[in-house]
């Protein structure tokens, strides 16, 4: 049975910024970050310990794992592994100031 996906709003909102983002100078690129994220979160979702663990100041983030999107390696999911899967909480492009947006 495929792991669970869970997108947090927060999240949700990161992809369509990230996609406008890139969608400015190159539609079909855009379209093609859309299909790697959401294929990224199923592998992660079948195997949630393949990320980096980051652990943030901010107490209430507790331990989160990274991981690249691939082909678009600027860009970061931030996810906690569940015990059927992932709970997807930012999509950032990897020059923010993340903790900033963890505080």
């Not at 860009?75 to 492009?93: K, N, W």
Request: glycine share 8%.
């Amino acid at each position: 049975m495929p792991g669970r996906v869970i997108q947090r709003p927060a999240a949700k909102r990161d992809l369509i910024e990230c996609f406008a983002h890139i969608g400015v100078d190159n539609e079909p690129a855009a379209l093609r970050f859309l299909q790697a994220a959401n294929e990224i979160f199923h592998e992660l979702a079948e195997m949630p310990g393949m990320g980096e663990a980051t652990i943030f100041r901010n107490p209430n983030c507790g331990t989160l794992r990274r991981w690249r999107v691939k082909g678009f390696t600027n860009f970061l999911i931030f996810y906690r592994p569940l015990d059927d899967g992932i709970e997807v909480v930012r999509v950032l492009h990897g020059a923010r100031e993340t903790e900033k947006l963890f505080e």
